[in-house]
C-alpha cells in the first residue's frame, strides 16, 4: 500500500465553524506533512510531525491546530477561518525526515471557507 | 539556503522528447536533486532523484553535470496525459532541527498538444 489517503475531498465551512481534515498512511512511514496549495501556486509547507512529535511549524496562524494521534494518522483541526484560507490542503508522508524529499503526496482536500 | 530557478512554462507536441532545466547555482554538497510531477487538483508524485550524472527511471533521466550547478529532466516521447507541473526540487535543512524539507519552487507548466 503506496498511498496516502485524505479525507473529505471537499469541504465546505463558514468563518465560526469547527472541521477537521483527516490524513492516513500505512506505509509505516514516520514523518508527515501538512501543504497547503494556493490556486497556480507551489504546495508550501506548514507543518512536520516526526515520529508523532511536532517538529516543525512554518508560522501558521493558530487558527489551523495539527494533530498526529498515532503513527499512522495525521490531523488538522481548523477553527475560525478566513476566506483566505481556502486552497488544496495536501498531507504527505516520507520514511522520516532524513528523506522528506521522496514523500507520498495524498490527492489534498479541497476547502472553500465562506 | 538552496533555491531552483526553471522556466515557468513549456509547449510541446506528443512524441517529442522534453528536456526541462533546473538551475541551482548554490546547492549544498550532500543536497539531492529531486523532481515532481503535479497534475490540477492532484498532489505532487515523485518522478526521480538523483546526486550527480545520470539517473534513469521507467519514466524519466536526469541530468546532472560535474558542477552540479543545473539538472535536466527529460521526458522521452511525451504524450497528452504528461501536461502537468514539473518541480525540481534540492535539499532544504531546517537549521533549528537539522531535518530535511520539501521546499517547492515555482515549477515548470509542461502542455503537450497533439
Known amino acids: 500500500d503506496t498511498e496516502v489517503t485524505q479525507t473529505p475531498k471537499h469541504l465546505v465551512m463558514g468563518m465560526t465553524n469547527k472541521k477537521s481534515l483527516k490524513c492516513e498512511q500505512h506505509m509505516g512511514h514516520r514523518a508527515m506533512y501538512w501543504y497547503k496549495q494556493k490556486a497556480k501556486k507551489p504546495p508550501e509547507l506548514m507543518f512536520v510531525y516526526s515520529y508523532e512529535k511536532l517538529s516543525i511549524n512554518e508560522s501558521v496562524p493558530s487558527r489551523f491546530s495539527p494533530e498526529c494521534p498515532n503513527s499512522s494518522l495525521l490531523n488538522l483541526h481548523l477553527h475560525a477561518l478566513q476566506p483566505e484560507d481556502s486552497a488544496l490542503y495536501l498531507c504527505?508522508?516520507?520514511?522520516?525526515?532524513?528523506?522528506?524529499?521522496?514523500?507520498?503526496f495524498g490527492q489534498g482536500t479541497r476547502l472553500t471557507v465562506v | 539556503l538552496a533555491k531552483t530557478t526553471q522556466p515557468i512554462s513549456m509547449d510541446s507536441y506528443e512524441g517529442q522528447e522534453v528536456n526541462i532545466t533546473c538551475s541551482h547555482n548554490?546547492?549544498?554538497?550532500?543536497?539531492?536533486i529531486t523532481w515532481y510531477q503535479q497534475f490540477p487538483s492532484q498532489g505532487p508524485r515523485f518522478i526521480i532523484q538523483g546526486y550527480k550524472t545520470k539517473v534513469t527511471n521507467e519514466v524519466a533521466s536526469l541530468f546532472i553535470p560535474a558542477d552540479r550547478k543545473s539538472s535536466t529532466l527529460s521526458l522521452p516521447r511525451v504524450s497528452l496525459s504528461d501536461t502537468a507541473v514539473y518541480y525540481c526540487l534540492v535539499g532544504d535543512y531546517e537549521r533549528n532541527t537539522g531535518f530535511q524539507k520539501l521546499v517547492f519552487g515555482t515549477g515548470t507548466r509542461l502542455l503537450v498538444s497533439p
Open positions: 548554490n546547492i549544498a554538497t550532500n543536497d539531492y
Open positions: 504527505a508522508s516520507s520514511q522520516d525526515v532524513g528523506s522528506a524529499t521522496e514523500a507520498f
